[in-house]
């Protein structure tokens, strides 16, 4: 039976046979105003006017990273407000101890940096490449007069610093329970959400994770090792909870899944 791969937004339809590996289709590149333009078309700056746009477009500029390239690093003094126009940003957040948790991978349409940009400071996580990844990025003084000139672009970047603190208050919850599982299967439903990853199975639409995500990404938001990632997934598989095919992960059982989170708090 065949599964269609496909997104609510963003990831372009393939097609996915049991015995077919998954062919990415990737981005166009952007290369003109009016493409910069279709970037804050997308999440919390769609409600933009024609002319808001516009306005950004022109003052953004176009940047290409390789894969794990780093855009910027935590504590660094926060000079631009990036955009995904193609690929992919893992976000992280360096502990004390040295340690790196994973909060969250950008699909395109998505932006970054936005809390520092709001705050005028640094910038409170580390954003790196995944794959090879196309961004437009807008000075933040030039944002900043922007916003003045067109109120509704500082209504949109306050959506994003309220969507991204809702985020971080949910993994930190998600943090606090105590069985690895658990955490787990909160991590993998959160990152499938995020992208808007989903596929068809047997005419049933469910959620999916493609290879942009590793076990280690999983691990580092779930805070465990990979070892103990892959025996929880193999298990899940076998129970018929998860499907996994050429790096990716088809939710077919998300009620189990949630439920696991719920089965430690009760």
């Known amino acids: 039976m065949l599964a269609k791969i496909s997104s609510t937004t963003r990831v372009s339809p393939a097609s996915l046979a049991p015995a077919v590996p998954l062919q990415v289709v990737p981005s166009a590149p952007c290369r003109s105003e009016a493409a910069l333009a279709g970037a804050f078309e997308a999440g919390d700056f769609a409600r933009l006017g024609p002319e808001a746009r516009q306005a950004l477009a022109r003052a953004a500029t176009r940047r290409s990273f390789g894969h794990n390239a780093f855009i910027y690093l935590q504590d660094d003094e926060a ?31 998505e932006s970054f940096g936005e ?34 000139r067109h109120p509704e672009i500082g209504d949109a970047l306050a959506r994003v610093v309220a ?7 949910t993994l930190t919850r998600d ?4 069985t690895l599982p658990a955490r787990l299967a909160q991590a993998v439903l959160r990152l499938a959400d995020g992208l808007g990853t989903w596929a068809e199975v047997k005419g049933r639409r469910v959620g999916l994770l493609g290879a942009v995500v590793n076990q280690t990404d999983l691990g580092l938001m779930a805070r465990g090792s990979r070892g103990n990632v892959n025996r929880a997934l193999k ?16 939710i077919l059982d998300r009620a189990r899944l949630e439920g696991l989170a719920v089965e430690e708090v009760l």
């Open 235 to 250: 298990a899940w598989e076998r129970a018929g909870w998860i499907g996994m095919q050429d790096r990716c992960i088809l």
């Open 115 to 148: 809390l520092g940009v709001f705050e005028n400071s640094t910038y409170c996580d580390m954003a790196t490449a995944v794959g090879a990844l196309t961004t437009a990025s807008i000075p933040i003084q030039a944002f900043r007069t922007l916003s003045e």
């Open 163 to 169: 969507r991204r603190y809702r985020s971080y208050v």
């Open 175 to 178: 943090l606090s329970l105590k």
């Open 79 to 109: 000079r631009h407000l990036f955009f995904v126009l193609s690929g992919h940003v893992r976000l992280s957040y360096l502990l004390d101890d040295g340690s790196t948790v994973l909060h969250g991978i950008l699909p395109p349409g």
